[in-house]
């Protein structure tokens, strides 16, 4: 073998690389796109079965109606994320979208833990705080898989 062919063989298992990390980083980011948009079909098409399991009692048509408006938030978060999903340099920024959605939602979680004295034993609220913390976990993982092994490899091209 030559020092050529040596070269295209490691350009090549760069090329695959990437292309892993950026699948990987996809389904990374696919996760809580799915959760977002189950959430806001339910909550948009049955807003008090949506609400109750918390203990939220939708009284008026006004409250159905509001309840419905945020499952449609829920659907535009995640049709914002999943814009980012079609480009590999727009992945860093659908990592970032979630990473900023999951820290939030977890910063007011644990605000509420401390000022309304809700635990992590009550209801869902241990299924919930695991699942965002994964979340907020993976896409940090796939944000730096992006930015050291992806990004300057696109820079070189």
Known sequence: MTTSSFNRAAELGSRRGRSLTSWLSRLFISLPILLLIL???????????AAAPSGVALTTPEALTDTRVAGAFALTVAFAIASCLVSRERLRLGHVMVIALMAFILAVRMFGFVQDGTTLAMG????KTIGEAVFLVLNTIGFFLQTYLVRPALGAL
């Open 39 to 49: 959430i806001g079909f339910h909550y948009i098409s049955d807003p008090m079965h």
């Open 124 to 127: 869902d609220q241990m299924v």
